[in-house]
């Protein structure tokens, strides 16, 4: 507490992300299928059950430039939330995200390419939507395209590509800005393995030039292997934070535990409806 | 990811959405600043806070950002226009045959059923009325483009932070090029078959579509982010255009449906408060009369246009930080 009042005003920043007890709020009113017709239904007969969902609750953490971060856990956990609200994206609802720099969030490689156009006007388009400079994009242009090795690909519409050449065009396109904050959903899932050591290098290289990467996978042997530092999130909070071995064991563990919970808890249902079945089929064998 | 589907749901950020914590301080100030300079540098150094609405930034300041929003990604809006270009085929000679066919065709259309069936017979009819549908073409296909602008993006609205206002902005901008195609069999009709039409005031027709086109941008604005919201707005607004077109003096002069308006009241109030009424009878007069366009009428509708413009980035810059919840 003294600390934060007396803090002098902060010149030397020591952090690339700072996170302080951010929480996301979602409304459950409005969903994907919200429609005008859907409104007047609901106004008639209204739904119950919970109108606000808390998808990420009390997170703090700070990210040092040179640190790369993976957020592991399980599916709804809040990690694609916290790297939408890291991107600036998607507004806090409570608490406060500072993120020094530029960022660079292809957030799932790919996946936001326009299918129609070709792969050399999705690169620029794409450049255009993150805010680079048309020139300088232009002069990456060659880099970029050189990167994601499509060859005769990268002049046909997006439509062709395979998984791995999108993932491929999308990994060149979100690094070679050469961010300050970089910002990676899934993405190392795909590509082939000289693919992999291509981005294994260039992250290694952005790392070496005092660059913050935040990164979401499930692929332990990638949180290892790039990451020094690992954050298990699990229903919108911080569970443990630390080493990226520590971490990722403590998640399987986490993980096998609930996963033999669950299969426990159908186990005791499936043997309730067993006995009930049986004690309503004994009176009528008997009878 | 999957989660991410299954959680789609609005922001926080509507009016009355209250964070519980208490502890949340709201800084919308800070907010606004920190937005207005990511367009053009990327730059993020103003921390984000949450925002509580009735503290959020000013009206003034929002309407600000979203104009210097649009001006600072003018790149973006190009590039998403050559892209809706390349899409509709418009790089290949046969997209461009159709935007010139496509109105000559619906013309011929309307003067079948008119001057055939109604049996009404104004002097040189077919560009009577082309000279007001290819204008309302513009408008009505411009705000289809629009309405699903914002939404037809939504997967990199997930992925990247940008002002999404550029979208429906460059939908309706995209559109000036469609028009301007149709301009080839307007002046091609008048010189194969009206050649007595032709005149100077016909250089005069880009000033009658500077007002359009700013009367068409804030509905354009205003119903891309409604339909983030309620998908099924595109049908309402389809019958809306048809019924508005109708109600506009397209196919008939304002002269005459004269004896109508004198008789129904409201019916002359309809025209008066229609903005295409001015539009359509100042074509009318630069392309098939020869004399000057309403002056006075689309000076009044240009300020109204410039009004509503304000009113639909503040209505789009208070709806868009939901977007990526809820797309």
């Known amino acids: 507490m003294f600390f934060r009042r007396h803090r002098p005003a902060p010149q030397p920043v020591d952090y690339a992300i700072d996170v302080d007890r951010l929480g996301v709020q979602y409304n459950l009113r409005f969903t994907r299928r919200t429609t005008v017709h859907g409104t007047f239904k609901n106004l008639l007969r209204p739904r119950n059950g919970p109108t606000h969902f808390w998808a990420l609750r009390d997170v703090t953490f700070r990210v040092r430039p040179g640190e790369s971060v993976a957020v592991i856990g399980p599916n709804g956990a809040g990690k694609s939330t916290l790297l939408q609200v890291l991107a600036g994206i998607i507004q806090p609802s409570a608490g406060r995200v500072d993120v020094r720099g530029n960022v660079s969030s292809l957030l799932t490689l790919g996946a936001g390419f326009d299918q129609d ?171 | 990811m999957p989660s991410l589907i299954d959680l789609s749901f609005a922001a926080n950020g509507t009016p009355g959405g209250n964070p519980e914590r208490p502890g949340a301080p709201s800084q919308g100030r800070d907010q606004s600043r920190e937005d207005a300079n990511v367009g053009a540098t990327m730059e993020r150094t103003q921390p984000r806070e949450a925002t509580v609405w009735p503290g959020g930034p000013g009206a003034i300041d929002q309407i600000v950002e979203g104009l210097r929003e649009i001006w600072s990604r003018r790149l973006l809006t190009r590039y998403l226009i050559q892209a809706e270009l390349t899409k509709k085929g418009a790089d290949t000679l046969l997209g461009n045959v159709w935007w010139v066919l496509d109105p000559l065709l619906q013309m011929a259309v309307y003067v079948i059923l008119v001057t055939i069936i109604f049996q009404r017979s104004i002097e040189a009819y077919p560009l009577f009325i082309f000279s007001a549908i290819l204008p309302w073409k513009w408008f009505s296909s411009s705000i289809n483009d629009a309405i699903t602008s914002v939404t037809a993006r939504d997967r990199i609205i997930k992925q990247v932070k940008f002002p999404k206002i550029v979208l429906p902005v460059a939908a309706v901008t995209g559109g000036i090029v469609s028009f301007a195609f149709g301009l080839v069999p307007l002046l091609g009709l008048i010189l194969l078959f009206y050649p007595h039409h032709l005149s100077p005031t016909l250089l005069l027709t880009p000033a009658v579509a500077v007002v359009q086109f700013a009367f068409t941008l804030p509905v354009a604005i205003v119903l891309g982010a409604v339909n983030v919201f309620y998908r099924d707005i595109g049908n309402v607004v389809r019958h809306g255009l048809r019924l508005w077109f109708y109600l506009s003096p397209a196919l008939y002069g304002v002269d005459q449906v004269a004896h109508l308006t004198d008789r129904h009241r409201i019916l002359a109030w309809i025209f008066a408060a229609n903005p295409f009424t001015t539009f359509f009878e100042s074509y009318r007069n630069v392309i098939y009369s020869g004399v000057p366009p309403l002056w006075p009428e689309l000076g009044a509708w240009l300020f109204v246009s410039l009004i509503l413009l304000g009113m639909a980035i503040l209505f789009f810059k208070r709806l868009e930080p939901s977007f990526a919840k809820v797309l």
């Not at chain 1, 990268?154 to 060149?172: E, V, W």
């Not at chain 1, 300050?180 to 290289?205: N, P």
């Not at chain 1, 909070?237 to 996963?259: F, K, M, W």
């Open chain 1, 117 to 287: 156009l070709t792969g050399r006007d999705n690169i620029l388009l794409a450049g255009a939507f993150l805010g680079f400079d048309h020139r300088e994009m232009l002069t990456r242009l060659p880099e970029i395209i050189a990167f994601a090795d499509l060859g005769d690909f990268i002049d046909a519409p997006l439509k062709t590509y395979s998984q791995g050449m999108r993932a491929r065009l999308g990994f060149s396109i979100a690094t070679a800005v050469e961010p300050d904050v970089l910002l990676l959903d899934e993405v190392l899932a795909t590509g082939d393995a000289v693919f992999r050591e291509k981005s294994k290098a260039r992250i290694v290289e952005l790392l070496r030039a005092a660059r913050a990467i935040v990164l979401v996978t499930h692929d332990m042997h990638w949180v290892a292997e790039f990451c020094n530092r690992a954050i298990l999130l699990e229903r919108g909070q911080i569970v443990a934070d630390g080493r990226p071995a520590d971490i990722a064991a403590l998640y399987e563990e986490r993980s096998a535990r609930a996963r033999a919970e669950r299969e426990a808890q159908e186990a005791a249902a499936i043997a309730r409806i067993r006995a009930e079945v049986a004690s309503e089929a004994a009176p009528t064998a008997r009878g």
